[in-house]
Structure formats: C-alpha cells, structure tokens
C-alpha cells in the first residue's frame, strides 16, 4: 500500500509563512500528479495547487503569488510554500497523489493523507 504523511502546520500571525511537506513511501512504482487540497469548516474541499511529474504546476486563484508547490521526485515529496498567510488560508491541509503501485502498475489511484491544519491568526 501507499501511505502520504503530511508535516509542517501550525498557527501562524497574518503575514506569516509555513511550509508544508508530503512524503509518499509504500509500494509506489511511479507518482503522476501531487498537489495539495484544504477544508474549511463548512465548506468543500478545494484544490490549493498541483503539480505534474513533468513539472507543470497550477494554482487557485486565491493563492497565486504566495503560494509555492515544488517537487523532489527523488523522495516521492511534495512541498507546498505559503507566504504572506491570510485568515482565509486557515483549513485543514490534504496532500494528494496519483499513484501507481509495484502490484498494478497499469492503474494510478488517488491517495490522501491525514491533513494538518494551518491557522492564520488576525
């Protein structure tokens, strides 16, 4: 199986910056897409950003320009750079994968972490 545990939340002074990692290990024959997802409480999940094992990335709209996905393909980890924190950033964060495994190498599945919460104080 595959496990992605996720590091780096915590509380934080508008303004502020965190940065949040994601370790993939298991039974992984080749990862596709990374990214990073939140939940606000009452709201939905919402991509943050993503990036391809090509190295093309994207972004919400709400978070470009301070936010930085990056990739170290050679650790399975992804790394997610919040700068100039707003409370509207404040949410559990998700790690996502698409991954494919040693067993079923032909088949990329969704993975997600535990999520670790960032909140940005006022």
């Known amino acids: 199986q595959v496990q992605l545990v996720e590091s780096g939340g915590g509380l934080v002074q508008a303004g502020g910056s965190l940065r949040l990692s994601c370790a993939a290990s298991?039974?992984?024959?080749?990862?596709?897409?990374m990214g990073w997802y939140r939940q606000a409480p009452g709201k939905q999940r919402e991509l943050v950003a993503a990036?391809?094992?090509?190295?093309?990335?994207d972004y919400a709209d709400s978070v470009k320009g301070r936010f930085t996905i990056s990739r170290d393909n050679a650790k399975n980890t992804v790394y997610l750079q919040m700068n100039s924190l707003k409370p509207e950033d404040t949410a559990a964060y998700y790690c996502?994968?698409?991954?494919?495994?040693?067993?079923?190498?032909?088949?990329?599945?969704?993975?997600w972490g535990q999520g670790t919460q960032v909140t940005v104080s006022s």
């Open positions: 298991g039974s992984i024959f080749r990862i596709d897409a």
């Open positions: 996502n994968a698409g991954v494919a495994t040693i067993m079923i190498p032909w088949h990329t599945r969704d993975y």
């Open positions: 990036s391809t094992n090509s190295g093309s990335t």
